[in-house]
C-alpha cells in the first residue's frame, strides 16, 4: 500500500479518534479526548478531499502550520531576527528615535553607532570649530510669493498629506491637535476636510486630488463654489493640488468600499460603502498652461491662500514643461512638495511602490535646479518629503535643496504605529489605519496628540543642533557643500561635487547640462507631451538620457 511519512500526524489523528470514540462507547465520561480529535479528524479529511491548496491535500493537517508562521512571521521577524539597521522600511533604530522623542525618553544613542562609517553609501555633515547655538524662534519659513496675499510662516517639519479614510478619525484629530499644540501644518490628504480636521483647530493644509474629494460635482469634477467655502476658512493655510504621490505616481487610488463609512462619504461627498476611485490624472486641467491657470483660480478662491502642488518626478521635460508654461503665464505657484518613489502609501500595488517615479533626492534636486534654471527660484518654496525622520534626514534634504520637509510615517510612529503593513485591509493593530471604530479605541487622541507635538519638537530640535554644530544659523543655510557621500574605500566627496548645479537663468539662456538640455528643448507650455518626436529624440540624444540621471 502506498504509505508517505506526510500523512503520519493525520493517521495518529485519525487512530487517536477511532479509539476515543471506543472509550466513549465503554463510558462517556472519556468524552474529552474526542471533542479534541474528532475536529482535528474532519478538518484533515477535508484537507485531503479540497482541491485549492496543493499543500493541504498533501500534507493534511500540519500543512495549516505552514498559514501560522506566514501570519507570524513579520512579528517573528521585527521582534527578534531584524538587527537595529536593517528594518525596511524603517529600520529599528529610527523607529526606536521617533517612539523615544514622542515620549519624551531621548532619542539619544549610548555607547557609539552602529553604522559602518567606512560602508559605500555612508555620509555625514562637516561640523565645525566654532560651532553656533540653535535658536528656534528662527526655525520658520515664510511661503508665499508677491502672487499671493496671505503667506504663511511655515515650521520646517509638517505633516504629510494623510488622507481620512486611509487613516481614521482618532488618528486624524491626534495629529491636528498635535499641530495646534506643537504650530506646525497638518496636510489633510487628499480625502477632504473632516470633522476630524476641525476639532483642534490646527493648521490646515488643503490637499485637493484627481477625485477633487470635498469639492466636487457629482459627476466627479471640481465644484469652484464648495472649494471656495472650504477653502478660505481662517484654519486653512494653504492650498497643494496633488499631481502625483512617490508610492504610487501616475496611478490614481482607491479606498475599498468597507473603509467609505458615513463620515468618510461626507467628507468625501461621494456615496457610503461604495469603492471610492481617484482617477489617475485631473479633468480641471490638461495642459501645463491650463494647470497653471488652474492653481491661479484656486488661489483667487482662497482668497490670496499660497497655492502650490505636489508631486513625484516622473517624465523630465513635463515639469520642465510647467516651468515653459510658468515664463508664458507669469503665474508662479508659492511652492512645490517633491515626494520620492520611497514615499508611503495607505495601498498601492508592489510594482508602482518599488519600481515607479524617482526617489526623493533625484527629484528634489531636479526640482531645485530648474527653477533655478529659470530664475523662479525665490519665488517658489520647495518642500520634500520620502522617508524623513531624523534631524539628519531633514539636514541632508535642506542642503540638496528643500526649504522644509513633511513626514507622514514619522507621525504615523509618534501615534503608535508598529509597521505592520497592513494600512490597506482596515485591520490595522494600532487603531492608526483604520476606520473600525473598536481598532480605534486603542489609540487615546488626549494622549498620542503630545506624542505628535514631541515628535516634531525634539526632531526640529535635533536638526537645529546639526546646524548649529556645522556653524549655521538657520537650515537654509545649508548646502551641498555642507554635506559629505563615501564612495568607496578612499573617495569622499561633498554632494556640490557630485551633483551637477545650474546657474541663475541658465536653462533662459541655454545649457548644456546633460539631463536638462535636452528635456528643455522637449518642453512646451501648451501640452504635457513631448514637443519633439519621442523616438527620433531618443535616437539622437540617447547618451544625453544616459546621463541625465543629475
Ligand atoms: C497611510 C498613508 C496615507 C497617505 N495618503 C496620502 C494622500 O492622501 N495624499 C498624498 O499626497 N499623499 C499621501 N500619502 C503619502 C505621504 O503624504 C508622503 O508623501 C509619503 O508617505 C512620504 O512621506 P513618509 O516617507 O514620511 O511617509 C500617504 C501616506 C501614507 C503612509
Redesign the pocket.
Known amino acids: 500500500m502506498y504509505f508517505h511519512m506526510r500523512y503520519v500526524f493525520f493517521i495518529f489523528i485519525l487512530i487517536a479518534t477511532l479509539a476515543n470514540l471506543a472509550l466513549v462507547v465503554i463510558n462517556y465520561k472519556y468524552a474529552f479526548g474526542l471533542l479534541l480529535t474528532l475536529p482535528l479528524t474532519l478538518l484533515g479529511i477535508r484537507d485531503l478531499l479540497q482541491s485549492k491548496h496543493n499543500l493541504l491535500r498533501n500534507y493534511p493537517l500540519v500543512g495549516h502550520f505552514r498559514w501560522l508562521f506566514e501570519k507570524i512571521r513579520p512579528q517573528i521577524h521585527q521582534y527578534l531576527v531584524e538587527s537595529n539597521t536593517d528594518g525596511r522600511?524603517f529600520n529599528r533604530d529610527d523607529r526606536t528615535v521617533v517612539y523615544e522623542r514622542a515620549k519624551k525618553e531621548g532619542g539619544i544613542k549610548p555607547f557609539g553607532t552602529e553604522i559602518d562609517v567606512y560602508s559605500d553609501d555612508y555620509r555625514w555633515v562637516n561640523h565645525s570649530i566654532t560651532p553656533k547655538h540653535y535658536d528656534k524662534e528662527l526655525y520658520k519659513v515664510l511661503i508665499g510669493n508677491e502672487q499671493c496675499s496671505q503667506p504663511y510662516s511655515s515650521s520646517v517639519l509638517n505633516i504629510?498629506?494623510?488622507?481620512f479614510?486611509?487613516?481614521g478619525a482618532h488618528a486624524t484629530a491626534a495629529l491636528n491637535k498635535g499641530a495646534h499644540l506643537g504650530e506646525f501644518a497638518h496636510?489633510?490628504?487628499?480625502?477632504g476636510i473632516s470633522e476630524y480636521h476641525r476639532e483642534f483647530n490646527g493648521d490646515l493644509i488643503w490637499?485637493i486630488?484627481t477625485g477633487y474629494f470635498g469639492c466636487r460635482t457629482d459627476d466627479s469634477h471640481f465644484d469652484e463654489a464648495l472649494f471656495a467655502e472650504q477653502a478660505i476658512l481662517e484654519q486653512v493655510k494653504m492650498i497643494?493640488v496633488?499631481l502625483?504621490?512617490?508610492?504610487k505616481p501616475g496611478k490614481g487610488?482607491m479606498l475599498p468600499g468597507e473603509k467609505v463609512t458615513q463620515e468618510v462619504a461626507i467628507t468625501r461627498k461621494v456615496p457610503a460603502y461604495e469603492d471610492c476611485i481617484s482617477p489617475p490624472s485631473h479633468s480641471a486641467f490638461s495642459t501645463p498652461i491650463e494647470f497653471l491657470e488652474f492653481l491661479s483660480k484656486l488661489r483667487g478662491l482662497s482668497r490670496g491662500k499660497p497655492t502650490g502642488f505636489?508631486l513625484?518626478i516622473g517624465e523630465r521635460f513635463e515639469f520642465l514643461a510647467i516651468c515653459k508654461a510658468m515664463l508664458e503665464t507669469n503665474i508662479y505657484p508659492d511652492f512645490i512638495?517633491v515626494?520620492?518613489a520611497?514615499?508611503?502609501?495607505?495601498a498601492a500595488p508592489l510594482e508602482f511602490s518599488d519600481h515607479v517615479g524617482t526617489p526623493?533626492h533625484e527629484g528634489l534636486l531636479f526640482v531645485h535646479n530648474a527653477l533655478v534654471g529659470i530664475n523662479a527660484r525665490e519665488k517658489i518654496k520647495i518642500g520634500a518629503?520620502?522617508?524623513?525622520?531624523t534631524g539628519f534626514g531633514m539636514a541632508l534634504n535642506m542642503a540638496l535643496g528643500a526649504d522644509w520637509c513633511?513626514?507622514?510615517?514619522?507621525?504615523?510612529f509618534a501615534l503608535g504605529c508598529v509597521q505592520s503593513q497592513r494600512?490597506h485591509t482596515d485591520k490595522c493593530p494600532t487603531g492608526?489605519?483604520t476606520q473600525d471604530s473598536k481598532r480605534q479605541r486603542g489609540l487615546v487622541v488626549d494622549e498620542k496628540a503630545p506624542r505628535v507635538v514631541n515628535f516634531h519638537h525634539h526632531t526640529v530640535w535635533a536638526l537645529g543642533e546639526i546646524v548649529a554644530a556645522a556653524g549655521l544659523h538657520h537650515p537654509t543655510e545649508l548646502c551641498p557643500r555642507n554635506i559629505c557621500y563615501r564612495l568607496g574605500p578612499t573617495t569622499i566627496r561633498t554632494a556640490d561635487r557630485i551633483y551637477n548645479f545650474l546657474q541663475p537663468g541658465e536653462l533662459l539662456e541655454g545649457t548644456d547640462q546633460p539631463g536638462y538640455r535636452e528635456f528643455w528643448k522637449m518642453a512646451t507650455a501648451d501640452s504635457f507631451d513631448p514637443a519633439l518626436d519621442w523616438k527620433e529624440t531618443q535616437i539622437k540624444f540617447a547618451p544625453m538620457f544616459h546621463d541625465a540621471a543629475l
Open positions: 522600511p504629510s498629506a494623510m488622507s479614510g486611509s487613516i496636510d489633510t490628504g487628499e480625502g490637499e486630488g497643494e496633488k502625483s504621490q512617490g508610492a487610488g505636489k513625484c512638495v515626494d520620492g520611497e514615499g508611503g502609501t495607505g526623493l518629503s520620502g522617508q524623513i525622520i513633511n513626514s507622514a510615517r514619522g507621525f504615523m494600512c492608526v489605519a
